[in-house]
């Protein structure tokens, strides 16, 4: 019955359970090997010196596809300021490439097909978008699609990434 109440309490409150192992809001990104899908393997690390924004996505979900042509406007757009990669959760390469190829993606993206990625950056949920500043510190996260390149996401990105957008 304790567990049941506990578990009312934490859905009223909106508490989500941590994945295994998750890099939280205010904390340092640990060094993690990124396989490339398209492109080369990169370490996590590799994109240290300039804010980052890190797209968690599956080439099943609805709201990852709805997004993905505004990150890649943003991508174009910002791309002197910031650097935005893609990360799939796809349990299947090719259809991470299909996805890539679909969508004409332009800047990085990776493959986790076993799930460190996912559990580091807390990816209970998809899309969900990461803003790690220049240090590898997480300042925001944001789960559900957003259109990436509007102007109260600019607004967003600027504060939190410190940009001259």
Known sequence: MKAVVLALLLAATGAAAKTPG???VGQVL??????GILGPSRLLSDFRGKPLIIN???SWCGPCQAEM???QRLAKR????VQVIGISTDDYRDRAESFVRTFDIAFPNFIDSKLR???MLG???LPLTLLVDAEGKVVAKHFGAREWDSPDAMA???KHLRLKL
């Open 123 to 125: 990816a209970e949920r």
């Open 78 to 81: 910002a791309g002197q300021q």
């Open 22 to 24: 998750e890099v939280e």
């Open 56 to 58: 968690v996505w599956a």
């Open 30 to 35: 640990r060094q993690a090997p990124m396989q």
């Open 117 to 119: 990625l996912e559990h």
């Open 156 to 158: 967003y990105l600027a």
């Open 69 to 71: 042509p505004s990150l």
